[in-house]
Nanobody, 127 residues
């Protein structure tokens, strides 16, 4: 079992930055692919970014590519999402998720393949 706790959300003006953290406990996440998802009111949950457990491969949704960066520190059991140039459309609850990956290069992009989820952290971007 893996427990995930997100932090770092808040209210920021458009163009600003936030850094989300996801701290894992219960088991080392060093062999888990990790992902950040978000869900805005009235919309389905969508993937924002994913990272292989090695950290070598990453994935970004088209809407955040070039603005967001996912990274991980396996020694600290923590995954990060650096969000720059934030836009009002980035407003959502952001969730961290963990998936037992089959190999160290695999990035998991489907929410259905993530069995472990955090409780979410609210990110609000004002115009």
């Amino acid at each position: 079992q893996v427990q995930l706790v997100e932090s770092g959300g808040g209210l920021v003006q458009a163009g600003g930055s936030l850094r989300l953290s996801c701290a894992a406990s219960g088991r080392s996440v060093s062999i888990y692919a990790m992902g950040w998802f978000r869900q805005a009111p009235g919309r389905e949950r969508e993937i924002v970014a994913g990272i292989s457990w090695s950290g070598i491969n990453t994935y970004y949704a088209a809407s955040v590519k070039g603005r967001f960066t996912i990274s991980r520190d396996n020694a600290k059991n923590t995954v990060f999402l650096q969000m720059n140039s934030l836009k009002p459309e980035d407003t959502a609850v952001y969730y961290c998720a963990a998936s037992a990956a089959s190999d160290y290069l695999r990035v998991v992009t489907s929410s259905a393949q993530y069995p472990y989820w955090g409780q979410g952290t609210q990110v609000s971007v004002s115009s």
